[in-house]
């Protein structure tokens, strides 16, 4: 029989405290959560969490962080060469990421934490305009100022309401829409 590595016990150990956390977030804030009920239903020792982690917001912040990592990481993965092509594709992966991937503990934190939600536009806006530069025309910064401001907003908005409706819509949907609405904005219904 295979032994695990310390690598893998740590991953395993982590993916237990993080489900328990995930779990408890969705019950109360993470100021209101205690190590021994964490520890307790991830069935991990007090020591093991501690080896880890100094408390739970400490757990909370090593959580988020590794977040936005994995998300820096996925929006690098796209070159303002292949958005020109669509942005479906990037939008989908950032659906699909969340899906899979922040459980309720980003709900909570883009509901209670402003920190949080701020984070996640930052790199979202940093993504616009430091790397896909050249990918939207702006006539002036002013201009550019604006325009970014309403294309990260509505962006993360969209997020924010799906992620707190439950996600009940597929990434797939939740793609076009977005793409849709970045592309060609809100059309009217007849005569204005």
Do not use: C
């Not at 400490?58 to 958005?83: H, I, N, P, R, T």
Request: aromatic residues 10%; negative net charge.
């Amino acid at each position: 029989m295979e032994r695990a590595t310390p690598d893998r016990r740590i991953r395993r150990t982590k993916a237990q405290l993080y489900a328990a956390l995930n779990q408890l977030l969705a019950e109360k804030p993470p100021e209101e959560i205690t190590v021994t009920e964490l520890t307790r239903l991830a069935d991990v020792s007090r020591g093991t969490f501690y080896s880890h982690y100094k408390d739970v917001p400490d757990m909370v912040e090593q959580m988020e962080a590794e977040l936005f990592a994995e998300f820096a990481q996925l929006m690098d993965a796209y070159s303002a060469k292949e958005l020109r092509q669509g942005l479906g594709p990037i939008l989908e992966d950032v659906f699909s990421y969340i899906q899979r991937s922040f459980g309720p503990v980003p709900v909570h934190a883009l509901k209670a934490d402003p920190a949080f939600l701020a984070r996640f536009k930052d790199l979202l806006r940093e993504k616009v305009t430091r790397e896909w530069n050249g990918l939207y025309s702006f006539t002036d910064t002013e201009q550019r100022e604006f325009y970014l401001t309403f294309l990260v907003g509505g962006v993360v908005g969209l997020i924010q309401l799906w992620m707190e409706g439950g996600r009940t819509e597929s990434p797939q949907k939740m793609a076009a829409l977005t793409e849709s609405l970045i592309l060609h904005g809100i059309q009217p219904q007849g005569k204005l």
